[in-house]
């Protein structure tokens, strides 16, 4: 009976390691043949037979052949990029600019991209154009027309790298410049030029100011003169009686002023308050 038990287990442990061999090979053939693509990405598949497909697959899990297929996920996501690049403008000054690009692939032309630029297309594509498209706008442009027309020049830039990378099935969706400076020389030289047009936009104010006080002296003089000569013309008219009649109106205003004084306590009943003015019978 023990011979017998023990043939029928070494035959149910052979049979139990025949199938976990096979069920081994199929689990690995499964996993194999089987791949996932995550959201904004797309796959382009490799056949070792028909070369890279024309179709590619989207979102979710697919199946391909073992071995003869291979899956590359490429990434179709819109990614942010800067490029730097020191050239020369028309009136040759040395400006460095610095773009900000958001650029992705064509997902049409994915197995295009792939076949001719690699999953890194970017780094293949971008830093070559981005130099070239500079230089051909800046060198158009004196260093001055790139500070007061940059709006212009970075339109510029913008459509000239589209076009360009358009060539590469490569979609740009925005181009901007972010930082532009230039050679020393040519910023002491804006430094220079903005201290001389401080300095005659002052003397310019000096000047206006001068010709503005010039002809206030001249009307209040004129004004001084005109009522001179009607104060004169009245009192030759009316007499005295112009006279006495401003020194009492002053006198009510010294009064009325001092009354509204805190420091005054003390208000004679008597007395001459007129500023020592001579009463004129």
Known sequence: MSQQAAAALSKLLTNVAKYSVALGVVGGSLQAAMYNVDGGEKA????????VLQETSGEGTHFVIPVLQMPNIMDIR???????????????????????????????QLPVIYQNLGLDWDERVLPSIGTEVVKAVVAQYNAEQIITQ??????????????????????LEDVA????SFGSEFTKAVE???????????????????????????????????????????????????????????AKEVA????????????????????NLNTQN
């Open 78 to 108: 819109t990614r942010p990029r800067s490029l730097s690049s020191v050239t020369g403008t028309k009136d040759l000054q040395m400006v460095n600019m610095t773009l900000r690009i958001l650029s992705k692939p064509s997902s049409e």
């Open 192 to 250: 220079s030029k903005q201290v001389a047009m401080q300095d005659a936009e002052r003397a310019k104010f000096v000047v206006l100011k001068a010709d503005q006080e010039r002809k206030a002296a001249i009307i209040r003089a004129e004004g001084e003169s005109e009522a001179a000569r009607l104060i004169s013309e009245a009192t030759m008219k009316a007499g005295q009686g112009l006279i006495e009649l401003r020194r009492i109106e002053a």
């Open 256 to 275: 009325a002023t001092m009354a509204r004084s805190r420091n005054v306590v003390y208000l004679p009943n008597s007395g001459n308050i007129l500023m």
């Open 177 to 180: 410049i972010t930082h532009l």
């Open 150 to 171: 940059r709006e212009k020049v970075s339109r510029a830039v913008r459509e000239s790298l589209k076009a360009r990378a358009k060539e590469f099935n490569i979609i």
């Open 44 to 51: 382009v598949i490799f056949d070792r037979i028909r070369g």
